[in-house]
Every structure is written in structure tokens, then in C-alpha cells.
């Protein structure tokens, strides 16, 4: 069954080693690649299912598959060229939660993985790859919108106001992921989903304590 346009990311999921090695492996069979690096085919069948190669085996695959070991081992280097690329746009991921309760201190973090988006989701969106960043959900106050643990997909070149909409915003060095309404008074309402949960004031005048660092367009769920 083809995919959907609906259908926006790499069901694989390239930013694990399972999934890396799944791609490299191909059409062949597991025997026939646990040939080629010399391995048994149980070996091989142990390694898609998460338990991890030792270096030297590694570094067999790399080669033998021909992608670099930067990328087998993390997924940040280049993929294999390919129909893959063609089809898929790779957007930097965060090991960086955004708090959707009380608030999770915000840091500069490096590139942990990449998530690939089908490029043809992207452009009937109007989405452009390089605004694009990756972050996680941490706490339950966005609740059913955001579950804690859930992938969030942030256009940092969406910094506009817009009312209602899911922002994540920076107010007091913490990160949340919230839905912002204006006020007549020139203030900003920070909403939660989740009514267990008080929605907050900016004051019009404290405004500049608050920067948009990018609206919510897609959220990612993991099934436990």
C-alpha cells in the first residue's frame, strides 16, 4: 500500500541502529549480510532487534554497506544517497524537553538524531526544512493535545502570534509548549490544555520577558 500524503515521517524510524541497520541491509537477507561481515544470522537478527554490535562489527557493516560510521552509529552523519533522499527531507532532532507543566530549564544542546519527514507532507504544508527543529515533551498540562514523551515538530520561522495556536515559548529561561491567546490589555494568556492546570498572564508591560521561539505543527506519539 502506498503511502499517504498524511503520512509525514519515515516509519522506520531512521534515528535508531535497528532501523539504520535495517536500511543498510536492504532486500538481501539477514543470511546474506551476516555473510558478507562475517557474523551468523542469529547475530544479525539480534542486532535489528536492539542489541548492539561490538565495534569491529560495526565497522564491517559501515564498510560493507558503504555509509560512513558516524551514521550507523548515530544517524547525524548523511544517509545513504538514494530514492531515500529524494523522498525524504532529514530534520534535526534535540535531546531537549519542553515543559508542557512546570517548566524545564533550556539549554543549547547539540544534534542528538535526525527525523526524516516526507518532503512532499512538508510542502503541502508550506513547511520549509531548514525552520524546522525536533524537541520532546516533558510534563502532562497540554494533555490530550501533548503527552509527556511525545516528539514535537516546532517551525522556528513562525513567530507571529496567533490565537489559539501551540507555541513553544521561552518565559523565565524555561521552555513550555502552550496555547497563546491575546488580551485587550495588550497582555498574553499562556493556556493549558490540561484544566487541572492554571492558565497564566503576561502583563503587557513584562512582554519582553517572552519570546516565541516557534509555532507547533506536528506532534509525534510513541505507544507504550
Excluded at 538524531?113 to 524546522?132: T, Y
Aim: aromatic share 8%.
Amino acid at each position: 500500500m502506498a503511502n499517504r500524503i498524511d503520512d509525514p515521517i519515515l516509519r522506520e524510524q531512521i534515528g535508531s541502529l535497528p532501523s539504520r541497520l535495517q536500511r543498510v541491509i536492504g532486500e538481501q537477507s539477514n543470511r546474506q549480510f551476516a555473510d558478507k561481515i562475517g557474523v551468523s544470522e542469529t547475530a544479525v537478527r539480534g542486532y535489528l532487534k536492539g542489541k548492539p554490535p561490538k565495534l569491529p562489527t560495526l565497522m564491517k557493516i559501515a564498510r560493507v554497506g558503504g555509509v560512513s560510521l558516524d551514521w550507523l552509529c548515530t544517524g547525524i552523519d548523511a544517509p545513504p544517497a538514494g530514492e531515500f533522499t529524494d523522498e525524504y527531507t532529514l530534520i534535526d532532532g534535540y535531546h531537549a524537553e519542553v515543559s508542557t507543566g512546570h517548566g524545564a530549564p533550556w539549554e543549547e544542546h547539540p544534534v542528538t538524531r535526525r527525523l526524516a519527514f516526507r518532503k512532499k507532507w512538508l510542502s503541502v504544508r508550506n513547511l520549509q526544512p531548514e525552520g524546522l527543529k525536533v524537541v520532546f515533551a516533558k510534563g502532562d498540562s497540554m494533555e490530550p493535545s501533548i503527552h509527556s514523551g511525545d516528539t514535537i515538530l516546532v517551525d522556528t520561522s513562525v513567530t507571529d502570534l496567533s490565537d489559539g495556536s501551540i507555541f513553544v515559548l521561552s518565559l523565565g529561561g524555561d521552555l513550555y509548549a502552550k496555547r497563546l491567546q491575546r488580551r485587550f490589555d495588550g497582555g498574553v494568556e499562556i493556556l493549558s490544555d490540561n484544566k487541572e492546570y492554571k492558565d497564566q498572564v503576561v502583563p503587557a508591560a513584562e512582554l519582553d520577558q517572552l519570546q516565541i521561539i516557534g509555532k507547533v505543527v506536528w506532534v509525534g506519539k510513541d505507544f507504550h
